[in-house]
Nanobody, 115 residues
């Protein structure tokens, strides 16, 4: 069992930055894949960024060059640095961590980008 606790969401103007955090109750490197999804009302959850055990980050085309996913082994925390935010980045962001074909989810954090 593992618990994921997210923080860092909020309201930001377009062009601004936010950093999301996802603290895990277990060793973050014990998970096969870690990443972030986002969801807006009426739409399916979509992948934003992920890192596999091979340490290669993967990004959605819509966020490439603007978002960066990293992890801190000392703090067992996953981060999503979001720069040059756009109105369409507004969503609830969820972190996930996968172990043995089981996916753990964070509680979600709201990101709202205003004009």
């Amino acid at each position: 069992q593992a618990q994921l606790v997210e923080s860092g969401g909020g309201l930001v103007q377009a062009g601004g930055s936010l950093r999301l955090s996802c603290a895990a109750s277990a060793n973050i490197f014990s998970f096969n894949t870690v990443g972030w999804y986002r969801q807006t009302p009426g739409k399916q959850r979509e992948l934003v960024a992920s890192i596999t055990s091979g340490d290669t980050p993967n990004y959605a085309d819509s966020v490439k060059g603007r978002f960066t996913i990293t992890r801190d082994s000392a703090k067992n925390t996953l981060y999503l640095q979001m720069n040059s935010l756009k109105l369409e980045d507004t969503a609830v962001y969820f972190c996930h961590m996968d172990k043995w074909n089981y996916r753990y989810w964070g509680q979600g954090t709201q990101v709202t980008v205003s004009s």
